[in-house]
């Protein structure tokens, strides 16, 4: 371990995990480089943060000379311009015209905050429904909506009263799906969550008392896990028919990360309330949410807003994370590397594992998730350490071993390529171990 990176142990909060012992001190598109002057392939981009690749030169101008325009336009103070320029920018990529206006705050779990505030105080109700799985934050609200792990919540009790959880379709890991899974598959595990969901509000948290279900269309720390098409269009019934707001947390999942801009844009399902952060601006401190306006009109003012909310550095690099996705066809690009990487990985990686171990290999876009089923604890780990020690920096998620794969939407082929023989160099060396 460097002597910085024993310094940032010694004076920096135990509480933070951290995957490697690294100093950075500098990054571009897809590398990042230690203080020690060694470069790494970075498929973490930040937990899916920086998704135009680190420095873009669009984004770097756009902060640059907002920097030296206007740094701080309080937004119970001013309207400013840069936000305003984001909305306009935002509106025509939305899933539906309905989603029209927004509410900008810092992080994700601010944002999650914020759509719960909301949902509680335009519908009159207070529960809320997760799901198994489901990460959305480890602020103190927020810690009660995650039950992707219980190190988020642990020990700081009580935690936020009226949350119940569901079973999420999870089916890989469904003893049913294991049992038979030509009988007992995606979809038919999509219907009995459906039906577990509907028990939820028979037993627990009746509709009269739940303001809304809150999803990860694409669940992220639970293991990039995709629900099938049925139950995401039978949760907007069941909300519908029930007068309970659908919540979409959009965070990791938006912006490109699954190939169209918002993941909920694959199941043809509008949510009434959407979060967004991460990938908004591309490593700059910015989140948001979305509904439509007699909703969001429901609040009186003064009931919302934040020191640094929609910070106007901020809105110049998410308005030019949004030209980038238009100058240089991100979502092309994330579509044609998607396939690049899922064929290659269900092709080869099967051959470099031991017989009892099996491979799943899912997600959407490049939000890729790669589950080793069988496989005993600690091998998804194992994994990202050789990976690091051939110079690229992976992921683990989840409490089953399981590989995250979040490389920027503007990686080239050539670097696709790369990243693919790093990751499956490093599995078959894992696997050699064993």
Not at 352 to 365: F, Y
Request: charged letters at 20%.
């Amino acid at each position: 371990m460097s002597k910085l990176a024993q310094f940032g142990k010694r004076h920096i909060a135990r509480g933070i995990g951290r995957s490697t012992e690294l100093v950075i001190e500098k990054a571009k598109g897809t590398y990042v480089w230690s203080t020690e002057g060694k470069k790494y392939l970075d498929l973490t981009t930040g937990i899916g943060v920086t998704n135009t690749g680190h420095c873009h030169p669009t984004v770097v101008k756009a902060v640059q000379e907002q920097a030296a325009t206007l740094t701080h336009g309080q937004v119970n103070i001013f309207y400013q311009k840069p936000m305003l320029d984001l909305i306009e920018g935002l509106q025509s990529k939305m899933p539906h015209p309905s989603l029209d206006t927004f509410f900008f705050w810092n992080s994700g779990s601010e944002a999650v905050e914020a759509a719960v505030k909301l949902a509680r105080h335009a519908t009159k109700k207070q529960n809320i429904i997760v799901f198994q799985g489901s990460y959305h934050g480890r602020t103190m609200g927020t810690m009660a909506l995650t039950t992707s792990k219980t190190i988020y919540g642990k020990g700081f009790g009580p935690l936020m009263p009226g949350v119940h959880v569901c079973a999420y379709p999870y089916f890989q890991q469904w003893a049913a799906h294991k049992a038979d899974p030509v009988k007992f598959n995606a979809e038919w595990c999509g219907a009995e969550a459906l039906h577990q969901l509907e028990l939820v509000l028979k037993q627990r948290s009746d509709p009269e008392d739940t303001a809304a279900i809150l999803i990860e269309p694409v669940q992220g720390e639970g293991g990039y896990v995709v629900p099938p098409q049925n139950f995401m269009k039978g949760l907007r019934e069941i909300c519908d028919k029930n007068n309970i707001l659908l919540i979409a947390d959009e965070v990791q999942s938006g912006f490109g990360r699954t190939g169209k801009m918002f993941a909920v844009e694959h199941f043809g399902v509008t949510p009434d309330i959407m979060v967004m952060a991460k990938g908004i601006a591309s490593g700059y401190p910015l989140s948001a949410i979305v509904s439509r306006k007699e909703l969001m009109d429901s609040q009186p003012p003064g009931t919302m807003g934040g020191t640094y909310s929609g910070n106007a550095v901020a809105c110049a690099a998410a308005n030019a994370t949004l030209k980038i996705f238009e100058d240089e066809k991100l979502l092309e690009n994330t579509n044609a590397r998607s396939e690049q990487f899922f064929s290659t990985l269900r092709a080869k990686l099967p051959g470099l594992l031991p017989k009892d171990i099996q491979v799943d290999v899912r997600g959407l876009g490049l939000m890729i998730g790669i589950e080793f089923l069988n496989a005993p604890k600690g091998f998804a780990t194992s994994v990202a350490n050789e990976a690091l020690d051939k110079d690229t920096l992976v992921l683990t998620t989840s409490i089953y071993e399981t590989l995250r794969l979040i490389p920027p939407l503007n990686i080239t082929k050539e670097e696709t390529d790369l990243a693919l023989e790093r990751v499956l160099a490093s599995v078959e060396a894992a696997a050699k171990k064993l």
